[in-house]
């Protein structure tokens, strides 16, 4: 692509091999050259321990149409990762909350290369999707999401599947089964 470009394209910063911010690029630039990049992934869920699970909308750059469990995007040139996964998420589903680090991690396939800096949220507030972003999302058990991404015949984010999939599976070794009590399911035959 040249030295121009369209002057409302995305600039975002590039990142290193030790997961520091080393130079920027227009982001066609870094999605033709597959470029080292910076993005965060949040993950959100309620205080029943669902998740919120979207499908993406056919016109994203990067997997169009594939589930995702993470809000997120790319750093920007000089944005503190932090406040750039705030701002993605207010961005994204409308949701202003506290995140907790999951931690950084790096992440590459044909398509993509990033360090990722990892979050999850509570959130039990009204979700309200960036039509550009989100063609659809619901709230679905950690272990329905489970079964989700590990058919081979639902098209889900595969850096989802590889920096958040250890994650869920120990939040799924958390729940308890139920036992006979207010929170027991029970059928009547009659």
């Given at each position: ?57 056919p016109t994203k ?19 503190d990762p932090f ?108």
């Amino acid at each position: 692509m040249g030295l121009h470009r369209a002057v409302d394209e995305e600039v975002v910063a590039l990142y290193d091999d030790g997961g520091r911010p080393d130079g920027v690029a227009p982001r066609s630039v870094m999605r033709a050259q597959n470029l080292r990049h910076a993005a965060s992934g949040i993950i959100v869920r309620d205080s029943y321990g669902r998740v919120y699970v979207h499908r993406r909308t056919p016109t994203k750059d990067l997997y169009p149409a594939y589930w995702d469990v993470t809000a997120g995007g790319v750093v920007l040139p000089d944005e503190d990762p932090f406040e750039g996964a705030r701002r993605e998420l207010a961005e994204e589903l409308g949701v202003t909350n506290e995140l907790e680090s999951l931690g950084e991690a790096d992440y590459a396939d044909d398509h993509t290369t990033y360090h990722a800096f990892r979050y999850v949220t509570t959130w039990d507030g009204p979700i309200t999707p960036q039509p550009e972003e989100v063609a659809y999302g619901a709230w679905l058990s950690i272990e329905r999401l489970l079964e989700r991404m590990a058919d081979s015949e639902v098209s889900f984010m595969p850096d989802a599947r590889a920096l958040f999939g250890h994650w869920l599976h120990e939040r799924a070794a958390d729940h308890a089964e139920p036992h006979e009590g207010w929170d027991t399911v029970s059928t009547v035959v009659e």
